[in-house]
């Protein structure tokens, strides 16, 4: 089972740009950012290969979202600007086995705790 750790959550206002990080105990896998705001289901928001080469994100957040890795740290990260309420919710880190597959809807096992993220007009 992979370990992961968010960090980076907080409140902003509409507008301004978030960073969140992940910190990973295994490498090789795919990873991704997923969401729930509350009272709805939890959506997919990014996912990265492990090589960085496929990257699928979400039509909610595209063209103001960046999601990268640092593969030596083990670490994944997911910049949104242009925040929104909407942009709300908690996020959560998860990563699943490398088997060609890392898309939004490829399946998840391992989870974080995640990290909140607050948009205020």
């Known amino acids: 089972q992979v370990q992961l750790v968010e960090s980076g959550g907080g409140s902003v206002q509409a507008g301004e740009s978030l960073t969140l990080s992940c910190a990973a105990s295994?490498?090789?896998?795919?990873m991704g950012w997923f969401r729930q705001a509350p009272g709805k289901e939890r959506e997919g928001v990014a996912t990265?290969?492990?090589?960085?080469?496929?990257?699928d994100i979400a039509d909610s957040v595209k063209g103001r979202t960046s999601i990268s890795r640092d593969i030596g740290k083990k670490m994944l990260y997911l910049q949104i600007s242009s925040l929104k309420p909407e942009d709300t919710g908690t996020y959560y880190c998860?990563?699943?086995?490398?088997?060609?597959?890392?898309?939004?809807?490829?399946?998840?096992?391992?989870w974080g705790q995640g990290t909140q993220v607050t948009v205020s007009n």
């Open positions: 990265l290969s492990p090589g960085s080469a496929a990257r």
């Open positions: 295994a490498a090789g896998i795919c």
């Open positions: 998860a990563a699943r086995r490398w088997d060609g597959r890392c898309a939004l809807d490829s399946g998840y096992s391992d």
